[in-house]
């Protein structure tokens, strides 16, 4: 199960590692503004659990599991974003809730509500 920071820390790297092209820790480090140490540390984690790979001073690239990992948590958070953007504006703290809410749901739910979500956002 990934904690509150890693879903958080995942959601936002996405946009580097869903296109495919990578991203070096460096950059992680800079865009969400963590420690190099602490960015290189997140991705030995998630290499460890097989979402993501990466060669030493690699790109880290999201594994076939981890991009589907991903997309489903992605569309949660959307679907929770929006949800809360209805109901209370755009809140950026409300991200940060939604993060703690993907992290304490089991991974079951998180594909349950994929799967009756999916196609409102294909």
Known sequence: ?????????????????????????VELANALEYSKPSVHNMLKSLAEMG?????????????DDGREIAKKYRLCFELL???????IGDDSAAEIA???ILADMPYEKIEELYKANKKHFE
């Open 51 to 63: 979402i993501v790979s990466q060669k030493s001073f690699g790109l880290a690239h999201f594994t």
């Open 98 to 100: 939604i993060c703690g």
């Open 1 to 25: 199960m990934l904690s509150a920071d890693e879903i958080m820390q995942l959601i936002q790297s996405l946009i580097w590692l869903l296109a495919g092209v990578g991203v070096k820790n």
């Open 81 to 87: 974003q929006n949800k809360m953007n209805e109901l």
